[in-house]
């Protein structure tokens, strides 16, 4: 099992964060396999959506996830360097598919490039996301990407996105391209990862869910001319727990990722992750 790390949000107010740099480098140095980092613009003062994991839907404050990965792609020579997630809505693939390319390129082939809609729908609004239909947005983005790291001219013609003959380069390191994880817990979740993807971030699911999952993964990808083995499943948990580790692995999940929150400064942030690092088993 690939054990990874989150950067989570500074304390409320959100005053100081630590350096993203300082808590991959020692993420490396502990034998964690991938360093994460999230996404969140901005944060609506007024807002209705219901958040899994902020009280009242007000986001502390998020470093920008790209920015962080790179300063942290700096410093390190093997850890992989996770979004999780993008936000895909809120950005145009081409502005998305130059960074995750930049960022792939530069770090060696260290991306995993995950996407979401985000549960803040008023976050997603202002910055010209689809409040309906967030998941058709996202699958025509990806197209989009895919796309423009695939051919050294591309155009594309959409619902949502429409450009003329662009050249974008870099293209990424990886081939045929960094492995791309769908986020969340919808209903329709396996059928878009068989369709368009290569993993799943998961979270707030128990093993015997992922079971379920796992099984209609098995069903659904040979249907679609694709491996099951070939998707990585990822699950996130707020606690370094090692017994949910092994019980996600026997239900099919290759790696466990542990969520931190809070880090206010750097001798914390080692202490955390050092504690993490031993209950893993790492």
């Known amino acids: 099992m690939k054990i990874g790390v ?11 964060w630590v350096d993203p740099a ?26 209705e959506s219901f958040s899994p994991t902020f009280a009242g839907g007000q986001v502390p404050g998020f470093l920008d996830p790209l920015v962080g990965l790179g300063r942290a792609s700096a410093v390190t020579q093997h ?6 997630v993008t936000l895909v809505p809120e950005s145009h693939p081409l502005r998305i598919a130059k960074a995750i390319a930049s960022l792939d390129h530069l770090s060696g082939g260290r991306v995993l490039f995950g996407v979401g809609p985000g ?8 910055l010209g996301g689809e409040i309906k239909r967030p998941w058709s947005q996202i699958r025509e983005s990806v197209q989009a990407i895919k796309a ?23 293209k990424p390191r990886t081939e045929p391209h960094p492995p791309i994880y769908l986020s969340g817990v ?6 878009r990862m068989v369709e368009w993807g290569d993993g799943w971030l998961g979270f707030r699911t128990t093993p015997e869910e992922l079971g379920a999952r796992m099984r209609e993964l098995r069903e659904r990808a ?26 996600y692995e026997q239900a099919g999940a290759q790696r466990f990722i542990v969520q931190t929150q809070q ?11 050092e504690r993490i690092a031993l209950a893993m088993g790492l």
Not at 263 to 273: V, Y
């Open 6 to 16: 989150g950067m989570g949000t500074p304390p409320d107010p959100p005053a100081v």
């Open 22 to 47: 300082h808590v991959a480098r020692e993420a490396e140095r502990l034998g964690f396999e991938s360093f994460w980092l999230g996404e969140h613009v901005t944060s609506p003062v007024h807002c």
């Open 79 to 84: 850890i992989k360097l996770g979004s999780g």
């Open 119 to 126: 549960w803040n729908r008023e976050e997603r609004a202002m």
């Open 148 to 170: 423009l790291w695939r051919e050294e001219e591309c155009e594309f013609h959409g619902e949502f996105y429409d450009f003329a003959k662009v050249r974008c380069f870099p």
């Open 186 to 191: 919808s209903p329709r979740l396996v059928e």
């Open 222 to 247: 040979p249907r679609a001319g694709r491996d099951p083995e070939e998707f990585e499943i990822s699950m996130i948990s707020w606690e370094p727990d090692r017994e949910l580790a092994r019980r």
């Open 263 to 273: 880090l206010a400064e750097e001798r914390q942030a080692t202490e955390t992750l």
